[in-house]
């Protein structure tokens, strides 16, 4: 019985700081993209910087007819990592971008179209595999540019759950996405404005030097729980 209750608990927390969150910031139409592909470039390239420096470099590859497939494709590498520079680590991110492309020219013959038929599993389990593709870019790209019902964790999530007793540190990435994805409803359009939400709480008010005082999960109606523990 107590187990259930503590689930349960769990579940009521995330559901209620979802609503709190969403009747004070609103839909966020997030991820910031025209095209699916766009979105898949923004997140390889918004690795380890912030999104003011990524649509710097999207816009470059805009202007210049690049934010396609087979456009990128055929960039020389010098002029990409000329074109992506605002995003930081520039040579290493072209080197993904390349990555990413041959994959998806291998495998699906360059169709976006194509690899997004491919099931949940299998698809992030081939992403995966690509060279400087972890777990947070992979599931962005299935998220936001797939569709695909999955949680995207990152360093905000951690931050904000951890400040509110919900998980504690040194839980996985696999372990607080199972967290979510099992006390959530499959539920694509959740899982997108969520975490979403969880971005603009963070980058807003739950920062390293956080803003408790106007933080709107700063509510004592929020239940706190121990149920999560990595064990």
Known sequence: MGKRSNKGSLRKSLLDIYKILY??????????????????????????????????AIDNLKKEGYMMPDALHSLPLPRLTRLIRPSGYYNIKAKRLI???????????????????????????????????????????????????????????????????????GMDYHFLQRLFMDNLAEDTELYNEYHALIVKTAKDFCKKKPICELCPLNNPYIPRTSEGKNT
């Not at 839909?27 to 025209?34: A, K, M, V, Y």
């Not at 380890?48 to 990524?54: D, F, I, L, P």
């Not at 041959?102 to 038929?117: A, I, P, T």
């Not at 690509?130 to 990152?154: M, Q, R």
């Open 99 to 169: 990555e990413f492309l041959n994959f998806l020219f291998n495998e699906y013959n360059g169709s976006l179209e194509r690899m997004f038929k491919t099931n949940l599993a299998d698809l992030r389990e081939k992403l995966l595999k690509i060279k400087g593709i972890g777990p947070e870019t992979a599931d962005s790209i299935l998220l936001y540019a797939g569709n695909y019902p999955i949680f995207v964790i990152d360093a905000y999530t951690k931050r904000i759950l951890s400040r509110h007793n919900i998980i504690t540190d």
């Open 23 to 56: 009747r004070e910031f609103g839909p966020q139409h997030w991820w910031p993209g025209e095209t699916p592909f766009e979105v898949i470039v923004g997140a390889i390239l918004t690795q380890n910087t912030s999104w003011s420096n990524v649509a710097k």
